[in-house]
């Protein structure tokens, strides 16, 4: 009762927060898209910035570590010619027992535009943006960078501009994700933009320990044999293995999940041959994916961290843009 | 006014007393704190005081198997005072409280305390449950003894899982030398640690740690042969699933001495109710599916399901205003329970075509006299002689949940912003009227 019905869209319909890809209309998740196109040249260019942002102020606020994802959304800013502050909120506040939504409060009395958070805990950035409609600073806006296992948006954005860009269309396509869905954002994110944008097939392949239940109704078809799962496909994302999940009750140990699950040439042609290969990125080279495939022609990692600033850039423009 | 001596004449209301059959517009004399006669007064019976309850429906007064009281330890959460005066105002005159408290209630001082101070304010009688085991750690047992002479009814250990099954077994053993029992909440250890949603689809799609159904069930497996093994008498808290609840069936079937209740929040709430987060629906057991809310229903109609309670936890904002894995459970209810159990009634029992009793009765009894039986207590019926608390509430009077309306200090319920039947107009203990609503009704 005290939720809001859709809380991410104000009321005409438009992007008022960036929280999940669930729920998301085909037509922003689109708009999203287009709009990055525009932004991919504005990276080759002498001067690197346009004018969208000035005098707004982005608080990137990461409870949780983390560089390559705070990296790129304090370059992008920058490039919107954004004012950027960055707080590594484990190092400050949090640890002197202030609570979240205290240091909400602080940092909006301190004029912040937008807030570009990551959090451990699944939720956060809703009771982040619950609590400013709460205290009407509907003006300012929250990007969700990743909260615990629950979505990390801008990558499944970025991702869906990666395939998008590479394979033109959705509609006809096979989409394999491989690894610890059970604990990854990534590829909830990432389940929620295929389905939404038409992708026929969408499967989840890894041990019964790393996949959740409930994956069907999603819209997924699970496999455990990886040579299965990677008949036919398009694309491949392969999702990164967590150290602390390699040695325990989850997986034996790298090795044999390597063995079972690493993507080599010899598994990466059981695949379309014109199929790409995706990483959210950090890789763990030898645990999820041989070196011959991360630095071969089918991989896109790197297209993707280019992508990922030109995706931030139309997020954070269009949220920008969009009235309390 | 002076207590408990004055002669109570309740008029023309509708008497549900479950335990003895009766329903029906009737008048209630009540003298010396007792239930005098129902029905025609008594010779030479003169009435200190007349309450008309034409339209209001005159039941037991209710007992809770679950309310958190919050002393001693965290009078932040909640006072004594505070959730007294919400249990008056929910008609709940007989409440159990678990003894999940800091200090723990393992020492019979504490328990002569919390009984010495709920005794001064004269309300709800407050029978306590003595921890298991010392300091709930689940190791060495409590002197059992000596806590149901301070005044425990049984023994439980909260929320937290005993580890060592065979501390639970010699808990058992010894609980059964004496007669006493033992209410445990099934919960695996180990599976579902941690989790803060009930593992399934949504909680997959939203993130959440789950924790499995087989959490319970393989618990109750265990909790089952020890019993059979030791013949002790267990009362389970809060059950969740429809697998659970076939176990226990079973289990009453095979003739087991086994009773169990459900918290009456998850009578009608789903993990489809957690939405994007809210922290109001964070709470231990975690709402299950459709399926088991609905085999829980079920259950209360057939007495698979002995009685509910109200589970009756306060948080404070600062606890609940945080994401939901870190936000405390629990939820207020002493001032719900009527209206849930009513809300049960009228949703669910009166398209059942309950054989016997009607749909309004059988939610009376489960908070009255099945309540009662369950923890062993003469309270819960309107018997002549019983002592006299009685509950007047008009079963059709709206209400919106919002904390302005709560005396409890709890003010976090998933049903805020709902509205919902039944409010109570007066509630009697031990024959003094201890609450009355300041507006007349209607």
Redesign the interface.
Known sequence: MTTMLNPQLNKHGELQHLLTIEGLPKSIVNHILDTASSFVGISDRDVKKVPLMRGKSVFNLFFENSTRTRTTFEIASKRLSADVINLNIQASSASKGESLLDTIDNLSAMHADMFVVRHAQSGAPYLIAKHLIDTRQAHVHVVNAGDGRHAHPTQGLLDMYTIRHYKKDFTNLTVAIVGDILHSRVARSDIHALTTLGVPEVRAIGPHTLLPGGLEQMGVRTFTNMDEGLKGVDVIIMLRLQNERMSGALLPSAQEYFKSYGLTPERLALAKPDAIVMHPGPMNRGVEIDSAVADGPQAVILPQVTFGIAVRMAVMSILAGTQG | MKLASMNLHIKNGRVIDPANGIDGVSDLFIADGKVLAIGAAPAGYTADLSIDATGLIVSPGFVDLSARLREPGYEYKATLESEMQAAMQGGVTSLVCPPDTDPVLDEPGLVEMLKHRAKTLNQAHVHPLGALTVGLKGQALTEMAELTEAGCIGFSHAEVPIEDTTVLLRAMQYAKTFEYTVWLRPQDAHIGRGGIAH????????????VPVMSETIALHTIFELMRATGARVHLCRMSSAAGLELVRAAKREGLPVTCDVGAHHIHMTDADI??????ARVTPPFRSQRDRDAIRAGLLDGTVDAMCSDHTPVDD?EK??????ASPGATGLELLLSLALKWADDYAAGQHAAGASPLARAVASITSDAARVAGLDSGTLSVGSVADVCLFDPAARWTVQASALASQGKHT?????ELSGQVQATIVAGHVAYQRAVAPR
């Open positions: 593992a399934g689809p949504l909680a997959s799609r939203l993130g959440l740690s789950g939405g994007f987060f809210d922290s109001n600062d205003l945080l994401p939901f894995g870190e998933p049903f805020i912003g709902y």
